[in-house]
């Protein structure tokens, strides 16, 4: 019998192998299908939802872009266009919620309302996870808290965004925090940050005007 069975083919043990087990490899091969028909049906309907957010968000931004300038200026219009963008954001998914309230902030800005600049810019780094979008969010919201007079919160989020990998704009992270420095009367922190854009930014416009901001700093310690 043991000779038999030493005489049995590789493929002849593979097939025994798969007959013998073949309701475990059934039962497995349903629950990948089925978890990958889960994974393309939830990624369908993201992209959907994305999409269709996109569309409603674009909508809200032209249609109050085109009213008078006397409407786009009331309480009553306003309120009503952030209303609409809160309920947006409500519904979405993703990273389109993120830029629903990105959109949101960028509005309130440019009414220099600038608590609600701040909730929404807030809303967005809460939701945005580690994407490339979140340290472009923290310069955002370190110009609104400037703007109110938080100028510790402000710097922190300056740093947090020039210490972001590859953020291509750490330059200009690190020369808004060397500013914040700079006006609260700290030379010598505002030298570090400045030196950090030349390093950083080297040979660009941005690094003519930190050393510039340096030579200001030699001249006022003499």
Not at 38 to 67: C, P
Not at 94 to 112: T, W, Y
Not at 171 to 182: D, F, P, R, S, T
Request: net charge negative; aromatic share 10%.
């Amino acid at each position: 019998m043991n000779s038999d069975k030493e005489k049995l083919s590789f493929n002849d043990r593979l097939v025994n192998f798969l007959t013998n087990n073949r309701i475990i490899f059934l039962v497995v091969f349903i629950v990948l299908v089925l978890a990958f028909v889960g994974y393309i049906i939830t990624t369908t309907m993201l992209h959907n939802s994305n999409e269709k957010t996109y569309e409603n968000l674009n909508k809200i931004i032209t249609e109050y872009s085109l009213l008078p300038e006397e409407d786009k200026n009331s309480d009553d219009e306003l309120d009503r266009v952030f209303g609409e963008l809160e309920n947006l954001a409500g519904s979405a998914l993703g990273f389109s919620k993120v830029k629903v309230f990105q959109s949101a902030g960028e509005l309130a800005v440019d009414n220099e309302d600038w608590e609600r600049a701040l909730d929404y810019y807030t809303s967005a780094i809460k939701k945005c996870g580690n994407n490339y979008l979140k340290p472009v969010l923290y310069m955002a919201r370190g110009a609104v808290l400037e703007e109110i007079g938080d100028s510790d919160s402000a710097l922190l989020d300056y740093l947090a965004a020039a210490e972001t990998v590859d953020f291509p704009f750490v330059g200009q992270a690190y020369l808004n925090a060397g500013a914040v420095e700079e006006v609260r009367g700290n030379s010598e922190t505002a030298r570090v940050y400045y030196n950090k854009v030349i390093e950083n930014s080297p040979y660009t416009t941005l690094s003519s005007l930190t050393q510039s901001r340096l030579i200001i700093l030699d001249i006022e310690a003499e």
